[in-house]
């Protein structure tokens, strides 16, 4: 019964491993807030959040290369199979293609993970001796930013054969590693940190993780990556600069776009309103894009699927499969907002301490209805990439820009509405409006080119008819 349930409402192994990984991440976030809170002083407190906005500055090595890898991935497996021990079996040309897919993506993390030592190692070094003036500098904070970004580069250089994986349709393996991940990582910083550890808590999570991926590569697909690397090179490669390139440019840009416009509204608010309000901001702006990010499981775990029936020409079951995952992800959405909303009634009335930490009531409705409809551009987005597409690429930069200069122009005079008002006129007057514009045209034109084909197909089938 629960099967079928869970059948019913779009819940496979992969959408399951995923929803549960993240709903731990919430969870062991709320619980790390709490151990840094305990075993942390207030200055350390500040270096221990520094550590994890300056280390997201990879995502300019990255570039979203690894969501690039998962389409053109996907594309190649419809045309080959999984064996029993774990190696892939079909088109020699294929296989020879995302063979050189692994190969480029292995040369460019491994240069993206050097060039985050070179550069995001002296950045932060410099950063922190520049605050040396302060009194309460932790003695440590050299030798585990170190750490940090070492073993970050060399989970950044991991994460490519993870996204190859997963665009091969592994897609549940891979969403359970990353729960053993999310587990491992989140119970290595509490005991840390409850060993008095302080800033090495960050470094021995980023240690956690590089080593579990290593273990799960070295136990479950040293055969994959052996067989795939090993075979014979007589066939045409992929050619990034004619294929790989076209798509993966956008999706930087977008993804740089997307860094920008999530990290600038608590800098705005703290300048012109004081850290309490930046918090507010802050752990509000988290809560949404978790049960948002929670939402899109539905989605992005269908990612290579998704390129699979492209690449089959299937473009009616593609949309059939899309519009009922789209449903379920909505439903859920929905149910997660209206949950949350309603449990902050009921905490404003005995605890109003707790509901003060984040934004005021009706800021936080407008928050989850914007965060609503960029739920369904960002399904959208998925649907149009499986194409190999990013036709959301200068939706993107406009959005990034509304988002600067609505921004600058609200929060100085209206403080925390302002930062809300500037959200709703980049989400609705930008991304929702032009995103669904822009899927709309472009599913009409791969139905037209379907339609076209299909029936070249019908004619050709019927001159057999009529000569036979």
Not at 45 to 70: C, H, K, P
Not at 185 to 210: D, E, K, Y
Not at 369 to 381: D, V
Request: net charge positive; glycine share 6%.
């Amino acid at each position: 019964m629960i099967k079928r349930l869970f059948h019913r409402m779009g819940i496979d192994r992969a959408v399951f491993l995923t929803l549960f990984s993240r709903g731990w991440v919430v969870l062991s976030g709320l619980v790390s807030i709490y151990f840094v809170g305990r075993f942390l002083t207030p200055a350390e407190q500040g270096y221990y959040y520094t550590f994890n906005s300056l280390i997201a500055l990879q995502i300019f090595v990255e570039l979203g290369l690894n969501y690039a890898i998962i389409q053109f991935a996907s594309h190649e497996m419809a045309h080959l199979t999984w064996q029993t021990n774990y190696t892939i079996n079909g088109s020699p040309l294929a296989k020879r293609r995302l063979q050189s897919l692994l190969q480029f993506s292995l040369v460019w993390f491994g240069v993206a993970a050097a060039l985050m030592i070179a550069v995001l190692l002296p950045i932060g070094l410099v950063f922190f001796h520049q605050n040396n003036a302060s009194q309460e500098v932790p003695n440590n904070v050299t030798v585990a930013w170190t750490l940090l970004v070492i073993f970050a580069a060399l989970n950044l250089l991991l994460t490519s054969t993870v996204a190859l994986l997963e665009g091969c349709g592994h897609v549940a393996q891979v969403a359970g590693l990353r729960l053993r991940q999310a587990v491992i990582t989140g119970i290595s910083i509490w005991l840390i940190l409850s060993m008095q550890g302080g800033l090495f808590a960050l470094s021995a999570s980023s240690a956690a993780s590089t080593l579990v991926v290593s273990a799960w590569l070295w136990k479950r697909y040293r055969a994959f990556l052996k067989d795939l690397l090993c075979h014979p090179t007589d066939l045409p490669p992929m050619n990034w600069r004619k294929e790989i390139w076209p798509f993966h440019w956008r999706i930087a840009v977008s993804w740089m776009s997307g860094y920008f416009i999530t990290q600038l509204f608590n800098p705005l608010i703290f300048h012109f309103s004081g850290p309490v309000a930046a918090g507010q901001m802050g752990m509000s702006l988290q809560v949404i894009g978790a049960i948002n990010a929670t939402a899109l499981a539905w989605i992005s775990t269908k990612a290579p699927s998704y390129g699979q029936l492209v690449a089959r020409k299937k473009e009616i079951e593609l949309d059939q499969a899309f519009k009922r995952d789209l449903l379920q992800s909505s439903v859920f959405l929905l149910v997660c907002f209206l949950g949350f909303l309603i449990s902050l009634l009921i905490l404003g009335k005995y605890f109003p301490n707790v509901t003060n930490r984040l934004l005021p009531y009706k800021l936080l409705l407008l928050m989850a209805i914007t965060g609503a409809l960029s739920h369904i551009t960002s399904a959208e987005a998925v649907y149009l990439r499986a194409h190999k597409e990013e036709p959301f690429f200068i939706l993107s930069i406009i959005h990034g820009a509304t988002i600067l200069s609505s921004s600058f122009a609200l929060i100085p005079t209206m403080g925390l509405p302002g930062a809300v008002y500037a959200q709703i006129i980049a989400i609705i007057g930008v991304t929702f409006i032009g995103g669904n514009y822009i899927y709309l045209k472009r599913r009409n034109s791969f139905f037209s080119v379907e339609g076209c084909s299909q029936n070249q197909k019908n004619r050709i089938s019927q001159k057999n008819i009529e000569s036979h």
